[in-house]
Nanobody, 128 residues
Framework: QVQLVESGGGLVQPGGSLRLSCAAS????????IGWFRQAPGKEREGVSC????????YYADSVKGRFTISRDNAKNTVYLQMNSLKPEDTAVYYC?????????????????????WGQGTQVTVSS
């Protein structure tokens, strides 16, 4: 069983940046995909970005393309989400999740229901 812990959230002004981290412990292998998801109040959880541990292939939601960058450090079992040019609509609780790579990141990244292991979440608030 893998444990996932997110960190790096906080309050930032519009246009600012944050870097989220997702540290994994316990059982994991390179045949897993790590996804970042977010949930704003009153809205459904949505896929933000996703990366394959094995080959580094990625997925980005259209709403974050060009602003967010996902990366991995397999030696540290950590995945990062660099968020630039933040907007108020990016405000949400951000979660990381892990699942076996039974499909591509493009096909998995948008669907939180495909992921079985979840962190506790970290709040990101974009406000002036």
């Amino acid at each position: 069983q893998v444990q996932l812990v997110e960190s790096g959230g906080g309050l930032v002004q519009p246009g600012g940046s944050l870097r989220l981290s997702c540290a994994a412990s316990g059982f994991t292998t390179d045949y897993y995909v790590i996804g970042w998801f977010r949930q704003a109040p009153g809205k459904e959880r949505e896929g933000v970005s996703c990366i394959s541990r094995r080959d580094g292939s990625t997925y980005y939601a259209d709403s974050v393309k060009g602003r967010f960058t996902i990366s991995r450090d397999n030696a540290k079992n950590t995945v990062y989400l660099q968020m630039n040019s933040l907007k108020p609509e990016d405000t949400a609780v951000y979660y990381c999740a892990e699942e076996y790579a039974f499909s591509t990141t493009q096909e998995m990244g948008a669907y939180p229901t495909l992921f079985g292991s979840w962190g506790q979440g970290t709040q990101v608030t974009v406000s002036s």
